[in-house]
């Protein structure tokens, strides 16, 4: 049989919860999460026991020492670290599923930093396609191509990230 087993998955950062309930799934099936690329689209697990285990993604750009502290002093389990701001923390219970956010205005200022994060991509790509169509670069209409398709894909998170907002105030979803 084979122990170990790599899932590619793509997601986006609106669909957190759908990530976190595929996560506990995984561990309660015997497959425990133990490595992702920094690209959070490839998740390698580990055949064992079956457990219940509560998984929560956070979002955040800059942490500091007391950040990790904090999470394992509550039992928190950081499964693997990365250079992605994505840091997926996962903790044993029993009854009542732990939770990282208790309330959805914090869930909301979670989502508000990806925001803030990918709009300096927007800001990036529309200072370079500006660059690109007044110095008139050779590979212009290529390059432009690829700077308005990253600002629509840039657009589209963005967009997908405030719908998600703006579920969460409306029904008050939790962690």
Request: glycine content about 6%; aromatic content about 18%.
């Amino acid at each position: 049989m084979k122990e170990v087993k790599t899932v590619w998955r793509m997601w986006g950062g609106w669909e957190i919860e759908k990530m976190e309930n595929w996560l506990e799934g995984m561990e309660r099936n015997g497959w425990s999460l133990f490595k992702f690329d920094f690209t959070m689209m490839r998740f390698q697990f580990k055949k064992g026991e079956g457990r219940k285990m509560r998984y929560c993604f956070d979002y955040q750009s800059k942490v500091g020492y007391d950040y990790f502290e904090i999470f394992n002093e509550d039992g928190w389990e950081l499964v693997h670290d990365t250079i992605s701001p994505w840091h997926i923390w996962r903790k044993s219970y029993e009854n009542k599923k732990p939770r990282i956010y208790t309330d959805t205005r914090s869930l909301i200022e979670r989502n508000n930093r990806q925001i803030r994060n990918i709009s300096f991509g927007v800001l990036i790509s529309l200072i370079l396609l500006y660059l690109v169509l007044v110095t008139g670069f050779d590979g212009t209409k290529l390059l432009s191509l690829l700077l308005i398709f990253s600002l629509v894909f840039y657009g589209y998170l963005i967009a997908q990230i405030y719908q998600y907002n703006k579920k969460l105030k409306l029904n008050a979803i939790k962690c």
